[in-house]
């Protein structure tokens, strides 16, 4: 029997998604999740069904690399957050911080919104900080999966949690 990779805990930041819409960008964070060694939080109802198999697909192979927790409600989501200490940071285009400015802390949630519609105003309001990732002129949006792709690598960065470099082959 082969053995599993040991995952590593990256300062305790977490990866959190509210009730995403589309199946393939929550395989994408998936794997990111499992590839920078943290844990992932899905805040449902997802716009989809979310089945062990739809998971497989969309995750390959790096599904039982994952930590995924499913949280009931957005309620309980920010409950566990205060037991725990953490802070929520919404990424959001309505953020008040750049990206580059803001400050990570070890423990921090990353929280992404609905590819559709971002996250409702009392979401929004129970956050402990916003953050916006700055984009050219007369463009809205990217895509969730590259946000957090982005957010979590900076976030990491700051952390001094990347993983190491592989040796060149």
């Known amino acids: 029997m082969e053995s ?15 009730q995403p819409d589309i199946p393939q960008n929550l395989g994408t964070t998936i794997r990111l999740s499992a590839c920078f060694g943290i844990k992932m939080d899905i805040i449902e109802p997802c716009g989809f069904p979310l089945t062990a198999k739809a998971l ?6 790096y599904g039982n690399l994952a930590q ?12 566990d ?21 803001f400050k990570f802390h070890p423990g921090d949630r990353l929280l992404f919104g609905r590819e559709s519609a971002g996250v409702p ?3 929004h309001e129970r ?3 916003r953050v916006y990732i700055p984009l050219q002129e007369g463009t809205r949006s990217i895509n969730v999966a590259t946000a957090a792709a982005i957010g979590t690598f900076e976030a990491l960065k700051q952390l ?3 993983p190491e470099p592989l040796p060149n082959t």
């Open 121 to 123: 105003d009392d979401v």
């Open 4 to 18: 599993q990779p040991k995952m590593r805990e990256a300062d305790t930041l977490r990866l959190t998604f509210y």
């Open 56 to 61: 497989k697909r969309a995750t390959l192979d």
């Open 68 to 79: 995924v927790n499913r949280i009931d409600s957005a309620e309980i989501f920010f409950d």
């Open 160 to 162: 001094g949690s990347l």
């Open 127 to 129: 956050c402990d900080a």
């Open 81 to 101: 957050a205060k037991k725990a200490g953490d802070r929520v940071v919404l990424f959001t285009t309505k953020g008040a911080v750049p990206l580059q400015d």
